[in-house]
């Protein structure tokens, strides 16, 4: 109760570990609410003081954390069960860890359950692969993205016989405008028992900051907690942003939030493709300049982001882009892998055990910045295809 009266009033908590003959280090209450949990967290700097060892809110600084840790070759698996995130638990306090040297706050690089959700419905919408050039319509904008997102959401299930569909916007206003909400409301009293009401949001932006959001074509929008995203200090990727919003029942008050957000970085507004670093998007770009190359030579090419990991006899490994080529001519088809690699990671992925499971899956091409910037990307993929 405490910590719920702290955080609903906008108060810091002052530890009096240190006595009172100096300043108090400082709490400040804070709600987790992918563990549906309150904790307390310290607020540290040059002049404030810390914990006395023995103080049970003395701990060594956490490493590993998901900024640092989530990589583009963390595992990917496909969500289980159905497209939701929320679920119907009780609100409890997060406890003091066990004396076994367990530290809850230490962070593998898993990946957290909204993007998996966010890449689970590009996989069903397809955004992910392009089609030849002769296939696809002579202009694409972003309402055609955003409308093949919601067919795809038809097709899946956030509870039983509760369609994604019915609950997915995609415009920041359905939350400004509190419709959303009124959505969420309105089948809340039809919801199957052990599943919590929930909805989502769908917001194209160009950027994203601490817990901010800035969609294109509307106001800021505010979540509940910092926005997730692969774009991290040490793997700084550049708008714009595909964001999902998760919208549920909030904790602290009688009513609905935006609770939680994911940002995943895509090639543009005109093609949702999802990219793990900076340089996928460039080198996306160079394929996309080469095929009408290709097609000008009778030859049809398929490009795929693949979202999840596939499986080979050597284990479980996820391209960065998987290219397929028919010769229009003879009707023959041929796939190669590509690697996007800085200069560095391209000598150590030469004697990598990854490069020999990739192999499983097709021809293994790598490119690196200097192809790319050379211009090289068509003559490489032309050597690799040898049609």
């Known amino acids: 109760m405490l910590v719920q009266q702290a955080r609903a009033g906008s108060k810091w908590i002052a530890c009096d570990c240190l006595g009172t003959a100096q300043n108090p280090p ?16 310290r607020l540290t700097g040059g002049r404030r003081p810390d914990h006395e060892v023995d103080c049970p809110f003395f701990r060594d600084q956490v490493t590993n954390r998901f900024t640092h840790a989530l990589t583009g070759k963390t595992q990917a698996d496909p969500p289980t069960a159905y497209f939701e995130v929320l679920k119907p638990v009780p609100e409890k306090l997060a406890q003091r860890p066990a004396d076994d040297g367990s530290d809850d706050r230490t962070r593998s690089a898993s990946v957290p359950r909204l993007a998996r ?25 972003i309402v055609d993205e955003f409308k093949t997102l919601r067919r795809a959401a038809g097709a899946i299930e956030i509870a039983p016989g509760i369609e994604l569909g019915r ?10 405008s509190r419709r959303a909400f009124a959505g969420i409301r309105a089948l809340a009293g039809r919801w199957p028992p052990g599943h919590a009401p929930q909805g989502f949001l769908t ?18 929008v505010r979540i509940e907690n910092r926005v997730q995203s692969p774009s991290v200090r040490d793997n700084r990727i550049e708008g714009p942003y595909l964001v999902i919003v998760v919208v549920g029942e909030h904790p602290e008050a ?4 935006a609770l939680r957000a994911y940002a995943q970085p895509v090639f543009s507004g005109k093609r949702f493709v ?30 795929e982001k693949p979202i999840f990991d596939r499986l080979t006899p050597l284990g479980a490994c996820r391209p960065d882009f998987l290219l397929e080529a028919r010769s229009r001519l003879t009707g023959e088809v041929r796939q190669i892998v590509i ?22 899956i097709a021809p293994v091409v790598a490119l690196t910045p200097s192809d790319v910037e050379r211009g090289q990307v068509l003559d490489r993929l032309s050597s690799a295809f040898q049609f």
């Open 26 to 41: 400082i709490l400040t209450p804070a709600f987790l609410s992918e563990a549906e949990t309150y904790y307390l967290r």
């Open 117 to 141: 959700l966010l890449w689970r419905l590009l996989a069903v919408s397809r955004l992910n692969v392009i089609a030849p050039a002769a296939h696809e319509p002579p202009e694409r904008s």
């Open 167 to 176: 609950l997915l916007w995609t415009h920041g206003e359905a939350l400004l």
């Open 203 to 220: 917001l194209f932006a160009q950027r994203f900051q601490g817990a901010m959001i800035y969609p294109a074509g509307c106001d800021p």
């Open 254 to 257: 009688s009513g609905y939030a």
């Open 274 to 303: 999802p990219i793990a670093t900076e340089f996928e998007r460039h080198v996306l770009r160079s394929i996309l300049q080469a095929r009408p190359a290709f097609d000008r030579a009778g030859v049809d090419m398929v490009i």
């Open 339 to 360: 690697e996007a690699l800085s200069e560095p990671s391209a000598r150590q992925f030469e004697s990598n055990v990854m490069r020999a499971c990739l192999e499983r």
